[in-house]
């Protein structure tokens, strides 16, 4: 079966089966076809029934929603995941919450996103420091009590930092090192073309234009950091992969966002003057999804504003497939490099793409 077959088949299956769930949850009659044994209403948790349930406006019918009646909303496939639905909708009202962050990342993961709400105190560091103060937190490392640490295999900064040394795979794995690349990161110029500069990038629009944006997967932070630093708003999009990313984010003085590449950017239309993304928009994506995303991040930019690719990889055989989703978008190319990736050897024919999209000033509808 190829991929494209393959995730074809996939998406019909969660069209389908969030089909299912819809007509579940708001029908009392058993659906007619099952993917899987669908939920019923008295398997779903007390808790998450609470939160999802409709709830009545206490003013009767609003215009604006048009309606009487608030839907809080929870990611569809919520309810696929019971037994871990179950785990987490399990907690005791207005106390603590169980220390369950693998959990909830996971079913986030898996598109169960947004997360329920929950009422209860998520773990916390008992002995939470002040923050450094600006500009200081820049390029600070904060102290290991300032991190509630059960979720990750470190239990230290120091750890974090020493695991760039270490063979096995972690995600962004040298991130946290403050003194190592992350120093030179979009700042220092490099003989790689695919490297460009945020100096040059932001030089390609009238001086002071570039003002708010957004990086997708901006693992520890330092290209908001290194923006800030120019007078630019960035708010960073990470998961907690084996590391405490959001929170080292926010010691540094700039703002995470807890969000993963599936959800919807939170962001209206026509508002944003740059995306960045290095990295993780790559072929791990499937090819719909990723559709979507770049059609949502071209959403949520100004007419005129930037999406800067970064290193996105994929196989030389994959190239045709990844152009033609760019390309259907509707930016203007205003750079396009094209580059081996030789990192894993060059027998696996990867390749980089790193280019600066525009979207179009005028008529961009
Ligand atoms: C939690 O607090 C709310 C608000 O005070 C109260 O109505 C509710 O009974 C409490 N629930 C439990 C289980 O303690
Ligand atoms: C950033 O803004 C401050 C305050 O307006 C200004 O003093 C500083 O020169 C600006 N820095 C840059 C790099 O533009």
């Known amino acids: 079966m190829s991929m494209d077959t393959t995730h074809k088949l996939l998406f019909l299956l969660l069209l389908l089966s969030s089909n299912l769930l819809t007509f579940f949850l708001f029908s009392s009659s058993p659906p007619t076809t099952t993917i899987q044994p669908p939920p019923s209403g008295t398997d ?3 808790e998450f029934l609470a939160f999802t349930s409709p709830q009545s406006l206490p003013f ?4 604006n929603f048009d309606s009487s009646t608030l839907y809080p909303p929870v990611g569809h496939p919520c309810t696929l995941f019971l037994s871990d639905l179950r785990r987490f909708s399990t907690y005791p009202i207005n106390g603590s919450c169980p220390d369950d962050e693998l959990l909830a990342q996971k079913l986030l ?13 998520p773990a916390s560091p008992p002995d939470f420091p002040e923050p450094s103060p600006l500009p200081l937190s820049l390029w600070s490392t904060p102290p290991d009590s300032s991190v509630h640490w059960t979720p990750y295999s470190c239990k230290s900064f120091s750890c974090l930092i020493a695991r760039k040394h270490l063979p096995a795979f972690d995600d962004c794995k040298d991130c946290f090192d ?7 990161r979009w700042v220092t110029p490099s003989s ?73 950017l939170p962001f209206f239309d026509n508002t944003l003057d740059i995306v960045h993304s290095m990295h993780v928009l790559s072929n791990w994506i499937p090819t719909t999804l990723l559709h979507f995303i770049v ?57 980089y793409i790193s280019a600066l999209l525009e979207k179009p000033l005028k008529n961009s509808w």
């Not at 403050?178 to 030179?184: A, K």
């Open 44 to 46: 779903l948790p007390p």
């Open 192 to 264: 790689n073309p695919l490297d460009f500069t945020i100096d040059h990038v932001l030089s390609s629009k009238p001086p002071g234009t570039i003002r708010i944006g957004l990086d997708i997967g901006g693992g520890s932070g330092t290209f908001a950091v290194r923006m800030k630093e120019r007078n630019v708003t960035i708010i960073t999009t990470s998961m907690n992969l084996n590391g405490p990313f959001n929170s080292f984010i926010a010691s540094r003085g700039v703002v995470p966002m807890y969000v993963s590449v599936s959800q919807r």
């Open 60 to 63: 009767g019918h609003n215009p």
């Open 295 to 351: 059609f949502d991040v071209y959403r949520v930019l100004r007419p005129g504003g930037i999406f800067w690719l970064d290193h996105f990889f994929f196989v030389e055989e994959q190239m045709e497939e990844y152009v033609g989703v760019i390309e259907s978008v509707g930016f203007l190319k205003v750079k396009w490099v094209l580059g081996r990736k030789l990192d894993r050897g060059p027998e696996l024919r990867e390749m």
């Open 178 to 184: 403050l003194s190592g690349r992350e120093l030179s």
């Open 109 to 121: 993961l898996r598109g169960c996103e947004p997360l329920p709400r929950r009422r209860c105190r």
